[in-house]
């Protein structure tokens, strides 16, 4: 019966699954969405900072995977508060499409993760991947 209930708090009354964004992470995702919309492909560079259950999940993991398959470089690093900070560059669509993939994975599993800080930062040049630092 635990697990039913657990079940339905993750799915909406049609059965799909409840995800819920921060105010923060809507408004980054739809500005990022925007950028593209509007035919601008080129690559930005975003500062996020992830707290909820990103930690002993795999989190760093999943993210590197997700960004090197979206072609994005940056990096993901656990801190000691419990949180997740990285920096992703690339094209925003793809930034926002990360985001979409993190939520949904996770939106999965019962995690709760959340966008609790963004900034805009300026590209790095030298940067040719995405890794999981220590």
């Known amino acids: 019966m635990k697990f039913l209930s657990k ?21 980054v995702t739809q500005k990022l969405r925007e950028r593209g919309a509007a ?3 080129s690559p930005v560079r975003w500062g996020l900072h992830y707290t909820g259950t990103v930690q002993g ?9 997700i ?15 419990g949180s997740v900070d990285m920096e992703l560059q ?4 793809q930034i926002s499409a990360l985001m ?5 994975c996770y939106a999965g599993w019962g995690a709760n993760i959340c966008l609790s800080a963004a900034r805009e ?13 220590f």
Not at 11 to 26: F, M
């Open 7 to 27: 079940f339905r708090r993750l799915t909406g009354p049609d059965g799909s699954k409840k995800i819920t964004r921060s105010a923060l992470e809507c408004e």
């Open 39 to 41: 035919g601008d492909f």
């Open 57 to 65: 999940v795999g989190f760093r993991w999943t993210t590197q995977n």
């Open 67 to 81: 960004a090197r398959e979206r072609h994005l470089t940056g990096w993901v690093i656990n801190r000691e508060d």
């Open 90 to 93: 690339g094209p925003s669509v």
């Open 100 to 104: 979409d993939n993190l939520q949904d």
């Open 121 to 133: 930062l300026k590209l790095e040049d030298t940067e040719d991947s995405f890794e999981v630092r």
